[in-house]
């Protein structure tokens, strides 16, 4: 299934070692795998800037502060698409790390090329499935922030247990969180926001940073709106921002 610019998706995977106590984890990946061509830009990406900004995903603590090159604040992005909001975040936030999961290539050659010709040295890319860089590459209270934006919503009633905001992986996510730290969901899909403000509300280690009597956030200035949000607000369409902190 092909996903509009700077969508994440979620799709059924095989069970892992990590995942034997929570079933869920054995259905969920952050990702579902979707065709597409790279273009001879995006390829020369992955030969140029590769070395740079590519962390081979390894099932051993990764040392943030070697890969980047300097210690700063992490922020764990989880399915960039195309990459262009975190493009922007990136430049907007020159103080921050971002460390990027997506395994869709052209998303990633896209990002690649991006980072190498405008120098945006505080992101680094894993290609591959965001739980599991999460559980073996990042330690527990490792991440200042974590950003989803626009996961599949996976419409239909049957496709719901797809959806990656649940609450066993909300659960795994908090503790990988240090207290103080923050969660920064956005959606499209109305019904798929309020699930994500329920599941988010029922998980202890976080709390609502809104005051809004709807619990949704002002859509925070770091980030960008998207083509494709653009798009839907023109549209009338509407857009839903959620930002927890860890307690």
Known sequence: MTMPE???TAAPAPETPDAQDTPFMRQIKTYVL????MGSGQVRAFEQFGPKFLIPYKPERLDVQAA?????PLVLEIGFGMGDATAKIAHVRPNDNFLCCEVHEPGVGALLKRCGEESIGNIRIVQHDAIEVMDHMLGPDSLDG???FFPDPWHKSRHHKRRLIQSPFIQRLAQHIRPGGYLHLATDWQ???EQMMGVLRAEPLLVN???SADG???KPDYRPLTKFENRGLKLGHGVWDLVFRRV
């Open 191 to 193: 019904p798929y926001s």
């Open 34 to 37: 979707r065709a597409g061509r």
């Open 146 to 148: 974590v950003h989803i």
């Open 68 to 72: 980047f090159g300097r210690s700063a």
């Open 6 to 8: 700077d969508h994440a």
């Open 209 to 211: 940073s809104s005051a």
């Open 216 to 218: 949704f956030a002002a």
